[in-house]
Each structure stands twice: as structure tokens, then as C-alpha cells.
């Protein structure tokens, strides 16, 4: 039955055997070199604001995730004049740089003050993504309480009000009847590194700026160095939520 092996080379045995043997030793390494971080929780707290009676405590999560080391934070706990909501699935960056901010603003002029919440949800080079959670305080049975109101997704306003396009010399941005042209060859990038389009939201962050909550999302036109400016939303609140009062873009200025 082994008749048929006498036909092949002795050299080509040779090789199969040797790469054989090499790819069980391979599998061996990967085995003993990937022993998984095991997965650590710890209880956090992450933010106090004293003047609005305030604290905010997450759990800390780091290790292997299935194939991926993590860290996050998530599971929140916010209290609030002494009562405490909770909210599983809220995430932030476990990085202490970008530990949630806590606002204490009046941004829907209702003569009370709103708890605004601002989460990192991501970040790195290049990328910086927020989510904004606010909290307005209202009549119960049980007395006043703060309840959080739905702001509106910053890209979904941007889809529904703004229009892009990108040619060879120039970056195009329509926010209703406002066109803004901006030429691109002065940021002298390489034809072959210009995006199809102009990219919107890998920056996006949220600020409190005089007791107006804004979105402040970002544009660029490469992945290194295409950055033309921001399109800024103001937003005011209207049917019970949170949502766009104003939006435009403002041009980073070239020198």
C-alpha cells in the first residue's frame, strides 16, 4: 500500500517532515505565549461636583475580552442630592484624563440648573468620542427629582443638514443655504491621501459653552493632517428633549 511513496523524491519527504514538525512547534509557542490577562473589576469614584450635590462612581474592567485586552469603564452610579439612579450600560475610557465631566449650567433657561454628564466613549490618535447625558430637574409626586431628557445624536443631525463633497483642488461644506469652500492644496497633501469625501465624527466632543450645550464635531479631508475645521450644534431643548437650535461650521484658520 506504500508502494506509491518509492515514487517521490527522497528530498521532498525530507522538506514535508521538516515542515510538519516546524508547524507543531509554532503551535506550541502560540499556546504558551498567549496566557490571557486574567479580568479585574474594581468601584470607582470618577466624579464629584459638591455645588450640585453630585458623585459619580463606575466600575473599573480590565483584562482579556475575548481575544482583546480592555479597559472601561461602566456600570455608573449617580447620585444625586442623595438619591442614586443607576446605568449599566453607559462606557467611558478608564483613561483619568478623560474620567467623565460634570457640568452645573443652566442650558434650557428655565431658571434651574441641569446636571450634564459628558462621557469618553473613545479615544486616541486621531479619534475623540463623547456622549452627552443631562439631567433636569423636575416635579414628582414624591417632590422635585432629577430625570435625564434624549439628546439628539450630534451625527444624526449632521446627516439630516449636512452636505460635503471633495474634488482635487477643493472641500466642500453646505449647511442650508451656506456653502463653504475651502481650497485644499495649501495643506499640501498627497493627492493618493485624500479621503473620497470629507470625514465627519472622528472628533466628536461636547461642551458647555455660556449655558448652551454644543456638539463640536469635527472635519478632515486625510488621516494625517487634513484637519479644515469644526461644525459646531447648538442645541436648545424643545419637546422634551434636547436637540438642534444652530448649526454651522467654522474653518481652522492656515498660516
Known amino acids: 500500500m506504500y508502494k506509491h511513496l518509492l515514487k517521490i523524491p527522497f528530498f521532498l519527504i525530507i522538506i514535508v517532515l521538516f515542515f510538519i514538525q516546524l508547524n507543531k512547534t509554532y503551535n506550541n509557542e502560540i499556546k504558551t505565549n498567549t496566557t490571557p490577562t486574567p479580568v479585574t473589576t474594581e468601584v470607582k469614584n470618577v466624579g464629584n461636583l459638591p455645588e450640585a450635590k453630585t458623585k459619580l462612581i463606575a466600575t473599573e474592567i480590565k483584562g482579556n475580552l475575548g481575544a482583546y485586552y480592555t479597559e472601561y469603564l461602566t456600570n455608573f452610579y449617580i447620585t444625586i442630592d442623595g438619591k442614586t439612579q443607576n446605568f449599566p450600560y453607559w462606557v467611558n475610557v478608564s483613561n483619568k484624563t478623560w474620567y467623565p465631566f460634570i457640568y452645573f449650567d443652566n442650558?434650557?433657561?428655565?431658571?434651574?440648573?441641569?446636571?450634564?454628564?459628558?462621557?469618553?466613549?473613545?479615544?486616541?490618535?486621531?479619534?475623540?468620542?463623547?456622549?452627552?447625558?443631562?439631567?433636569n430637574k423636575v416635579k414628582t409626586n414624591i417632590g422635585e427629582l432629577y430625570e435625564e431628557r434624549l439628546v439628539e445624536n450630534p451625527m444624526s443631525i449632521i446627516n439630516k443638514n449636512v452636505k460635503t463633497k471633495l474634488t482635487k483642488s477643493d472641500a466642500i461644506i453646505k449647511i442650508g443655504n451656506k456653502i463653504t469652500k475651502i481650497n485644499i492644496k495649501k495643506f499640501g497633501i498627497e493627492p493618493t491621501h485624500i479621503f473620497p469625501d470629507v470625514s465627519l465624527g472622528n472628533i466628536l466632543r461636547f461642551k458647555v459653552i455660556n449655558n448652551k450645550l454644543k456638539a463640536v464635531v469635527g472635519a478632515t479631508i486625510s488621516p494625517s493632517g487634513g484637519y479644515i475645521g469644526n461644525i459646531y450644534i447648538t442645541y436648545t431643548f424643545k419637546d422634551n428633549m434636547y436637540q438642534a437650535d444652530d448649526i454651522k461650521f467654522v474653518e481652522e484658520s492656515f498660516q
Do not use: M, P, R, Y
Open 107 to 135: 442650558i434650557n433657561q428655565d431658571k434651574k440648573n441641569e446636571i450634564i454628564i459628558i462621557l469618553t466613549t473613545g479615544q486616541g490618535s486621531e479619534l475623540l468620542e463623547q456622549e452627552a447625558h443631562v439631567f
